[in-house]
């Protein structure tokens, strides 16, 4: 069967963009591992102790500014209107590995760490960065994965904000659009009486979509999301579990419907 010109034409550009995308995925992974191995000697020192930790905030600040510049790819800073200072739950929807290194541009002054999945003690640098500096979560029990939270929990009381995606995973397809949330989030925000800032990425995944989407979209430009009003320590008290987990994905959601009904418009 034999193609009418618009639509060879249509496979022809998209085709086109597949491969330009390609190559800048392999870019952006030359260029994340020489950040990684420049930060590496760097950052180390600072992963042993408690305190040093605290100063080693800034230098992922400074790896996530650099590997910005490097890749032609940035976020800017939050604006945070009646969002006070101190400990809090940040969540987010995950379409990108963008969305890991862009939050410290968007929250250079919110000293956070990531709670997230333990695959990514696989990966020899990352292993480094995430076992002695973030959270690892352990899924393959219950016991492991309550201690997980009670790990963040007690990074609260020492002063830490902490950074989730409460989905668990980038979606395999259909992004932006949500998976449904997992329950530890919550547990810590109950456990810890914190409050929780959620934010929703837009357009991360077109930026730089999952690496096995060999010819998916991937370019330069500018990252978008929207800062939600924050849900206070009080109606994090005064909600379960199960209310609070679908007030935040209704949240989050929210703005992505928007953008996909305009889209069919």
């Not at 996530?64 to 987010?92: C, E, H, M, N």
């Not at 909600?239 to 994905?249: A, H, V, Y």
């Amino acid at each position: 069967m034999k193609l009418s010109k618009p639509k060879f034409l249509f496979l022809g550009v998209r085709i086109i963009k597949g491969v330009f995308g390609l190559i800048w995925k392999v870019y952006i992974a030359i260029a994340f591992t020489f950040a990684a191995i420049v930060m590496y000697p760097v950052v180390l020192p600072f992963l042993w102790s408690e305190k040093n930790k605290r100063r080693a905030f800034k230098l992922f600040v400074f790896w996530s500014r650099l590997l910005s510049v490097l890749i032609f790819t940035y976020a800017p800073k939050a604006k945070l209107k009646d969002v006070p200072q101190g400990p809090k739950l940040i969540l987010a929807n995950h379409i990108s590995y963008l969305d890991i290194f862009l939050m410290y541009q968007i929250f250079p002054n919110e000293r956070f760490l990531f709670l997230g999945k333990s695959e990514l003690l696989k990966y020899p640098l990352i292993k480094t960065y995430f076992k002695h500096y973030n959270i690892p979560v352990y899924r393959d029990t219950r016991i492991k994965a309550a201690r997980s939270v009670m790990a963040a929990v007690d990074k609260i009381d020492k002063g830490w904000s902490i950074m989730i995606f409460p989905e668990g995973r980038i979606p395999d397809d259909n992004r932006p659009s949500l998976v449904p949330f997992k329950k530890g989030a919550f547990q810590i925000a109950k456990l810890s009486g914190i409050p929780i800032l959620p934010m929703t990425f837009l357009n991360n995944h077109k930026l730089f979509s999952i690496p096995s989407e060999w010819l998916g979209s991937a370019h330069p430009g500018f990252s978008k999301y929207v800062i939600h009003p924050l849900i206070t320590a009080e109606e994090v008290e005064r909600m379960d579990i199960e209310e609070l987990s679908q007030k935040c994905f209704d949240i989050i959601n929210e703005p992505i419907l928007q953008m996909t009904n305009k889209s069919k418009q």
